[in-house]
């Protein structure tokens, strides 16, 4: 079954960005699902487009996974978002401690100022 010749091109637009190692959208990996999500299809239409399946299985014979190195890197990325997601959490709680004692010290710097002007008005 063909496809739309704007898929067509969509298609071949993401294929060489994949196979020359400057993708967009996904992790680089040379598979028919980040093919799909490079171009922004379902998975489906791509494979829908058999003449552009050919070239691709021709090309990448085989899938070809991540090497250990990426995977020790992804695994850092991770990480370090979830320490970032953390640190983020931690800040807004801060936030909110200091909001609350700039409240206290407001409030207590105003009753410090009727504290004194009652005081000078005693004298």
């Given at each position: 079954m063909a496809v739309s010749a704007a898929?067509?091109?969509?298609?071949?637009?993401?294929?060489?960005?994949?196979?020359?190692?400057?993708?967009?959208?996904?992790?680089?990996?040379?598979?028919?699902?980040?093919?799909?999500?490079?171009?922004?299809?379902?998975?489906?239409?791509?494979h829908r487009a058999t003449e552009i399946l050919d070239e691709w299985n021709t090309r990448v014979p085989r899938p070809i996974r991540r090497?250990?190195?990426?995977?020790a890197r992804d695994d850092t990325i991770r990480g370090l978002r979830t320490q970032l997601t953390q640190a983020r959490a931690q800040v807004c709680e801060l936030q909110g401690r200091l909001d609350a004692l700039a409240t206290v010290t407001a409030n207590l710097y105003a009753a410090?100022?009727?504290?004194?002007?009652?005081?000078?008005?005693?004298?």
């Open positions: 898929t067509e091109a969509k298609l071949r637009a993401a294929m060489h960005r994949l196979l020359e190692g400057s993708p967009r959208h996904t992790d680089g990996a040379l598979t028919k699902e980040n093919l799909a999500r490079e171009a922004g299809l379902s998975h489906a239409t791509v090497t250990p190195a990426e995977r410090n100022l009727t504290l004194q002007q009652r005081l000078e008005n005693r004298h």
